[in-house]
């Protein structure tokens, strides 16, 4: 968006967001090949001319949703952290771990995500907002790990998840138990030798 098309008003701000969690909302369900402006407006509500009145191009539009699907990954996060503190979270640190990683729902619905993230690799200006966004989530991980007393990197704990849940779906097994029970042995394979 140029910064005077839309004047840079509260009601401007708020279609930019509405426009950016339509965009988000569209991506996550059925994958960012069908991200276009006329879908974005559809599911927003609005005319197709506020797409491209608000954003410069679909790039824009594809990386404000990005922006928007990292907030939605780190709030789960921080939500999970925040039961942890609360002590309302189960006491089983690598399952807990496992769900502030994946969203919530079903097998289904993680494997959608997986999907959907991968795709994004087909879309730079996605791919560099998730990225760009990363730091975030690593930052909400790192303190988890820290409060859950597990001794692992947030990006390495991370990978594991991710691998877990690519075995699991390729191989038809449960996601989210797969996931803490890889996680489990690589942590219990990185102590220290007594």
Avoid: C, F
């Amino acid at each position: 968006m140029a910064a005077g098309r839309a004047g840079g008003t509260a009601k401007g701000e708020r279609r930019r967001a509405e426009l950016a969690r339509a965009a988000a909302d569209l991506i996550r369900e059925e994958g960012p090949a069908a991200l276009s402006h006329r879908a974005v407006a559809t599911r927003a509500g609005l005319s197709l001319s506020a797409t491209t009145y608000y954003y410069a191009g679909l790039d824009e539009l594809a990386a404000a949703a990005g922006s928007a699907l990292v907030d939605d990954w780190v709030a789960h996060a921080e939500a999970v952290l925040s039961r942890v503190r609360a002590g309302s979270a189960p006491g089983d640190p690598a399952a807990v771990l496992v769900e502030a990683v994946l969203p919530p729902g079903d097998d289904a619905t993680v494997r959608a995500h997986y999907e959907q993230l991968l795709a994004a690799g087909r879309v730079p200006a996605l791919a560099a907002a998730l990225g760009g966004g990363r730091a975030r989530l690593d930052a909400v991980l790192t303190t988890l790990l820290a409060e859950l007393r597990l001794p692992a990197p947030a990006a390495v704990a991370l990978g594991v998840v991710d691998g877990a849940v690519v075995a699991a779906v390729s191989e038809g097994r449960p996601v989210r138990a797969t996931a803490r029970d890889l996680l489990l042995a690589v942590l219990a394979a990185a102590q220290p030798l007594r």
